[in-house]
């Protein structure tokens, strides 16, 4: 660990500690009091791997600030592209407004921004004003949607899958290990992070298409389908995908993604509570697109 001053006081500085216990239990401790989950489950079931790397300030022993590195892979528009997603950026209550984010922020800038294509970030709307002091610009992303109109039941080999199974959770991993791209933008080999997801957020939204030999992460409101990935061996028409897993009762498709091929979508401005920040130096090769980063590669 090493030892720094920010505004005279001495913190801990540290980065890349999931293996120690007492720190991660600390940090564990702060993600839960500021976005309300942990990652210990992801830890111990061997899903936190490299890519995902803590930087922290330390103050009596307790992690009291963090900004975290995600390493991701892309492939967009057929080239592979090295980024690094900004994440899990946090400062405990008490030690707010002292410059402590602003400290690991420039470190982890110092320490990435010659190592990758491009260094990105989503943000909710009380921070907006914060990452423009590092060189990052809003861009704005789309949302492709589309109407369906069908007669036919649901096809019968459509599996709802149970991350708990074992056969199941191999099953999902063994095709999403070795999977072909389904959108424009899209993450490569970091199960890591989709396990985060189908571990917590997306647990009982997992299924595989036995036809296509295909695992899906959906969910249903209403009549609305929201698709938030595909996940093949082979590559599979996205068209034919949604055709299996709908029936009457859905009478719209909502992606989490941006599609190989739009044509039949409706394109809109995405609005949500994450807003996409790029480092200016990459950010108009983005502002010449309408695209969206997959729902599932959010950090």
């Known amino acids: 660990m090493e030892f720094i001053e920010v505004n005279s006081i001495s913190y801990g500085f540290v980065k890349d500690f999931r293996h120690n216990q007492e720190i991660r239990a600390s ?14 489950n992801w830890y111990l079931n061997g899903y936190w791997n490299d890519n995902y790397i803590p930087y922290s300030l330390l103050h009596k022993n307790k992690v009291i600030s963090n900004v975290s590195v995600n390493k991701m892979e892309f492939i967009i528009e057929n080239e592979k592209k090295v980024a690094v997603q900004i994440g899990t950026v946090m400062t405990d209550k008490e030690y707010r407004h002292r410059g402590l984010s602003k400290f690991i922020m420039e470190q982890v800038l110092n320490e990435w921004k010659e190592h990758c294509d491009f260094i990105y970030l989503f943000a909710n709307d009380s921070v907006l004003d914060f990452y423009p002091k590092f060189d990052f610009e809003i861009i ?3 949302q492709y949607s589309k109407q369906l109109s069908t007669s036919k039941t649901l096809n019968s080999s459509l599996k709802k899958l149970n991350i708990d199974n074992k056969f199941d959770r191999e099953l999902f991993l063994n095709i999403v290990n070795d999977t072909s791209p389904i959108s424009k933008v899209s993450m490569q080999n970091n199960t890591s992070l989709i396990m985060f997801y189908c571990s917590s957020y997306k647990k009982n939204s997992m299924y595989y298409l036995e036809k296509l030999n295909t695992a899906i992460i959906m969910d249903i409101e209403d009549d609305t389908l929201y698709l938030s990935d595909v996940f093949s061996k082979e590559r599979v028409q996205l068209n034919d995908v949604i055709q299996l897993i709908t029936n009457e009762t859905i009478k719209r498709v909502i992606l989490g993604f941006t599609p190989l091929d739009e044509s039949n979508y409706q394109r809109s401005l995405l609005k949500t509570g994450d807003t996409l920040f790029i480092m200016k130096d990459m950010a108009n090769y983005f502002k010449n697109h309408k695209w969206r980063f997959p729902v599932l590669s959010h950090a």
């Open 27 to 40: 940090f564990n401790e702060l993600t839960q009091a500021v976005f309300q989950f942990d990652l210990e």
């Open 140 to 142: 704005d992303e789309y």
